[in-house]
């Protein structure tokens, strides 16, 4: 990235804990405005984590977050969607009892710019067709799309994705890669947790390599196919 462009999330020796347990060994890294980033690693390592530790889900941790120049490691999670992120997390957290159109009618809009239900239904025309399902109706990959889709309506400007293909058929997997190349001509900036590094090829700018609570290495999609070793070893692949 331009040496001038300062970073939308700024973050630098991030260290958490799950209870006793140290997850998090000085994690630094930044994603740059309309970026694409994928954290890569075996499970284990501390990717879940991270983006738990950015939203304020985990409380005990130190070192510094920074987004968009302020410093929001200590912001309680009831106000870090304000600030501009927003969370889809693997459990995907939507409300089963309520139909889909009332899913993503619920969330507050924290900033402008928020999708309309109209533009989620064109960008997820599945969507539309079940809006008076209830959640407890969907498929896997219905599911994940309305949890993506609720955020999208409440107008952040970081959206923070954690294994967002895991378990789904691959047309929906390839819905949701259109779904994030279309977010990135909005210039939608997007942090990705990603085991399936062939889909994270696709739609991401930059990957960041983790592996023991730390962040080993980073380097462009470009450089992918050169990196195939090292990849392959951190993975166990």
Same mark, same amino acid.
């Given at each position: 990235?331009? %040496?001038?462009?300062?970073?939308?999330?700024?973050? &630098?020796?991030?260290?958490?804990?799950?209870?006793?347990?140290?997850?998090?060994?000085?994690?630094?890294?930044?994603?740059?405005?309309?970026?694409?980033?994928?954290?890569?690693?075996? *499970?284990?390592?501390?990717?879940?984590? @991270?983006?738990?530790?950015i939203m304020g889900i985990?409380?005990?941790?130190?070192? @510094?977050?920074?987004?968009?120049?302020?410093?929001v490691t200590r912001v309680?999670?009831?106000?870090?969607?304000?600030?501009?992120?927003?969370?889809?997390? $693997?459990?995907?957290?939507?409300?089963?009892?309520?139909?889909?159109?009332? *899913?993503?009618?619920?969330?507050?809009?924290?900033?402008?710019?928020?999708?309309?239900?109209?533009?989620?239904?064109?960008?997820?025309?599945?969507?539309? $067709?079940? &809006? &008076?399902?209830?959640?407890?109706?969907?498929?896997?990959? %219905?599911?994940?799309?309305?949890?993506?889709?609720?955020?999208? &309506?409440?107008?952040?400007?970081?959206?923070?994705?954690?294994?967002?293909?895991?378990?789904?058929?691959?047309?929906?997997?390839?819905?949701?890669? $259109?779904?994030?190349?279309?977010?990135?001509?909005?210039?939608?900036?997007?942090?990705?947790?990603?085991? *399936?590094?062939?889909?994270?090829?696709?739609?991401?700018?930059?990957?960041?390599?983790?592996?023991?609570?730390?962040?080993?290495?980073?380097?462009?999609?470009?450089?992918?196919?050169?990196? *195939?070793?090292?990849? @392959?070893?951190?993975?166990?692949?």
């Amino acid at each position: 990235m331009p %040496e001038t462009l300062e970073p939308l999330l700024h973050v &630098r020796g991030l260290q958490a804990w799950y209870g006793e347990s140290h997850a998090l060994h000085g994690v630094d890294f930044d994603v740059f405005p309309g970026e694409t980033v994928t954290l890569v690693g075996r *499970n284990g390592v501390g990717k879940t984590t @991270t983006l738990r530790a950015i939203m304020g889900i985990l409380r005990k941790r130190t070192g @510094t977050i920074r987004f968009r120049g302020a410093d929001v490691t200590r912001v309680p999670l009831h106000r870090i969607a304000h600030h501009g992120i927003g969370f889809v997390p $693997e459990e995907r957290g939507i409300f089963a009892s309520l139909s889909v159109e009332e *899913n993503l009618l619920l969330p507050p809009a924290v900033a402008p710019g928020g999708m309309t239900v109209d533009e989620i239904y064109d960008l997820f025309p599945n969507l539309q $067709e079940r &809006r &008076r399902s209830a959640g407890t109706q969907l498929s896997g990959g %219905e599911q994940q799309m309305l949890a993506i889709a609720r955020v999208l &309506r409440s107008g952040v400007s970081l959206l923070l994705l954690d294994e967002p293909t895991e378990g789904l058929a691959p047309v929906i997997v390839q819905r949701i890669g $259109e779904v994030l190349r279309i977010l990135k001509g909005r210039g939608m900036t997007v942090l990705l947790v990603e085991q *399936n590094v062939r889909f994270a090829a696709k739609v991401a700018d930059r990957f960041y390599l983790m592996d023991h609570g730390r962040v080993l290495d980073g380097f462009p999609v470009a450089e992918l196919a050169e990196r *195939n070793r090292q990849m @392959t070893e951190t993975l166990g692949v």
